[in-house]
């Protein structure tokens, strides 16, 4: 079983950064998958950023190409998404998700794919 937990949520005007961390429990994180996504009022959670086990393999959707970037320190049991460049459109809870995975060369980018999820984490980018 492993937890999650999110933090570094807040509002940040537009054109503002924000760090995301998501700290899991247990002792193997690097043989965790790990993504991060994203739902906002009213719409369906959506895929925002996958990183496989050790870092060798990251997937970014679209909207958030060039502007976010995914990291993981698996010393510290951690995984971190950093955001520039915001826009209001990015506000939306962000959620964290983790799955096992004995590769190196895979990043999950669907839901159905993770088993286990955080709280989540509020973002909101003001204009």
């Known amino acids: 079983q492993v937890q999650l937990v999110e933090s570094g949520g807040g509002l940040v005007q537009a054109g503002g950064s924000l760090r995301l961390s998501c700290a899991a429990s247990g002792r193997t994180f690097g043989s965790y998958a790990m993504g991060w996504f994203r739902q906002a009022p009213g719409k369906e959670r959506e895929f925002v950023v996958a990183?496989?086990?050790?870092?060798?393999?990251?997937y970014y959707a679209d909207s958030v190409k060039g502007r976010f970037t995914i990291s993981r320190d698996n010393a510290k049991n951690t995984v971190y998404l950093q955001m520039n460049s915001l826009k209001p459109e990015d506000t939306a809870v962000y959620y964290c998700?983790?799955?096992?995975?004995?590769?190196?060369?895979?990043?999950?980018?669907?839901?159905?794919?993770?088993?286990?999820w955080g709280q989540g984490t509020q973002v909101t980018v003001s204009s």
């Open positions: 998700a983790a799955r096992q995975s004995p590769s190196d060369h895979t990043a999950y980018t669907a839901q159905y794919q993770y088993d286990y």
């Open positions: 990183i496989s086990g050790r870092g060798g393999s990251t």
